[in-house]
Each structure stands twice: as C-alpha cells, then as structure tokens.
C-alpha cells in the first residue's frame, strides 16, 4: 500500500496537456476529473489515517477511484 496521492497528472504524465485541455473544454471529463480528485484525496487521507475509515469503506472508496481514473483513461485514449 501507498501513500502517495494518485494525482491524474502524475499517473497519466504523457497525457498531462491533454488532461488540462479536457478540463477547460469538456465539461463531462471535468467533472470525472472533480470527481477522481475528491475520492482520490479521501483515499489518501484514509492510508494516512488523517480520516480513518473501516477497511471495507477504505476497499469500497478504492474502487471508486479505479473505476473513475479507467474512465479517464478511456477519454484520454479516445481519437
């Protein structure tokens, strides 16, 4: 397990202008990208127990996140 913040920038670095791109231009992926960001920081304060969760929550959060960035990924890869 990790503690670092799976930022979409970082995750998806060859991608970055096209992220920011769809961010300003595409309001459905803004609002996918609003999205893994908030479920994306509420995991992460929960591995640093800043928030602690029970671990089905913490599971259940996880699966959230991924769905969210497969998505992304998805649009990112789209022609």
Known sequence: MSHTPHELTEDF??????????????????????????INRAVHRAETNVEPVTESLETEMRRQRAALKDQIYDILCAP
């Open 13 to 38: 670095l060859e991608y970055a202008a096209r992220i920011h791109d769809l961010k300003t231009s595409d309001s459905h992926f803004a609002r996918l990208a609003e999205s893994y960001h908030a």
